[in-house]
């Protein structure tokens, strides 16, 4: 199983970016799909996350920013952001959990995000 993620890149503060990530390989479920973000010197942390039936959850620093949506069909993943900042700059993740109970999780390699003037 494979995540290809893209779509990162330099922005300047205010400005908007839209990730994107492909899942590839036998994989026949996805329960839940979702982005994760790493800055220098800092934990992983969730960005956002989508489950199968639709429930989505955002970390309260993106909430009103960051939309994220999944095709089912084409089992990808993306994240639209709107209002970056500096802070915003890290290695973006993209993540998938199989089922609820008991799944397998894979990641992506990640892609940089950097916001800067």
């Known amino acids: 199983v494979q995540l290809q993620a893209s779509g990162g890149g330099l922005v300047q503060p205010g400005g908007s970016l839209r990730l994107s990530c492909a899942v590839s390989?036998?994989?026949?479920?996805?329960?839940?799909m979702g982005w994760y973000r790493q800055a220098p010197g800092k934990q992983r942390e969730l960005v956002a996350t989508?489950?199968?039936?639709?429930?989505?959850n955002y970390a309260d620093f993106v909430k009103g920013r960051f939309t994220i949506s999944r095709d089912n069909a084409k089992k990808t993943v993306d994240l639209q952001m709107n209002s970056l900042n500096p802070e915003d700059t890290a290695v973006y993740y993209c993540?998938?959990?199989?089922?609820?109970?008991?799944?397998?999780?894979?990641w992506g390699k990640g892609t940089q995000v950097t916001v800067s003037s």
């Open positions: 993540n998938v959990l199989t089922s609820r109970f008991g799944g397998v999780e894979y």
């Open positions: 390989g036998r994989i026949f479920r996805i329960y839940r």
């Open positions: 989508v489950t199968s039936d639709d429930i989505r």
